[in-house]
Structures are given as structure tokens and as C-alpha cells.
């Protein structure tokens, strides 16, 4: 079970930051890699990052690489993902999810459990 994943920044125009947030719960935290999607209206849902159960490995899409990093803080349990230089196109609602195989994520394979949705509007 995920909880609602947060966003700190408010509305944000291009170029600018935001970093959400997402704190999982009715799992053990450290057992799982935990990973970022997103879905744009009308479009399919697409892979963002993944971060592993220790942060010591890393994937991103390629609409995410060189401007998104994905890191966890396990006492937390809480994944996030800090997003900058961003454009109109990364609007989207954004999805945290574990699964206990990291692969998964980056190969459009089914979660073990999904987040609540965030809003993310980026203005030009």
C-alpha cells in the first residue's frame, strides 16, 4: 500500500523544479525497488526512474535522464523523485510504485503496488 505522493513547489512554470514525494506503507520498505511512472492525458503510461532497495543502482526513461534523479530515504519510508529544468510535455499524473524486481520498471512490467496519483502541470 502507497500513499498520495506529494509535490513541493506549487504550480511551476518551464525551467523550473519540483520534488515529489511518495511514503509507502503495509510493506517492508527496504525489500522492494521503488520507481516513478507517469501518464499524460491521452497517452500511454511511462516508465520514469527506479531506484533499487539499497539507492546504490539507478534507471531512467529517456524523457528523464539528465534532468530527474531518483533517490529513498528507507527510514522514511519514502521515495522521491527531484525533477528540474521542466517543460509543458512533463505534465502528467505521476505514479510511485514498488516491485520487488527491479527490472520490472523499465520493462512495462506489472507493479506490486501503486501510489495515488500527483498532479504535475508545467506551464510555458
Known amino acids: 500500500l502507497m500513499s498520495s505522493c506529494r509535490v513541493w513547489g506549487g504550480l511551476v512554470q518551464a525551467g523550473d523544479s519540483l520534488r515529489l514525494s511518495c511514503a509507502a506503507s503495509?510493506?517492508?520498505?527496504?525489500?522492494?525497488?521503488m520507481g516513478w511512472f507517469r501518464q499524460a492525458p491521452g497517452k500511454e503510461r511511462q516508465f520514469v526512474a527506479v531506484?533499487?532497495?539499497?539507492?546504490?543502482?539507478?534507471f531512467y526513461g529517456d524523457s528523464a535522464k539528465g534532468r530527474f534523479t531518483i533517490s529513498r530515504d528507507n527510514a522514511k519510508n519514502t521515495v522521491y523523485l527531484q525533477m528540474n529544468s521542466l517543460k509543458p510535455e512533463d505534465t502528467a499524473v505521476y505514479y510511485c510504485?514498488?516491485?520487488?524486481?527491479?527490472?520490472?520498471?523499465?520493462?512495462?512490467?506489472?507493479?506490486?503496488?501503486w501510489g495515488k496519483g500527483t498532479q504535475v502541470t508545467v506551464s510555458s
Open positions: 510504485a514498488a516491485d520487488t524486481y527491479l527490472n520490472n520498471f523499465y520493462l512495462g512490467r506489472g507493479m506490486d503496488y
Open positions: 503495509g510493506l517492508t520498505f527496504s525489500s522492494y525497488s
Open positions: 531506484i533499487n532497495w539499497n539507492g546504490g543502482s539507478t
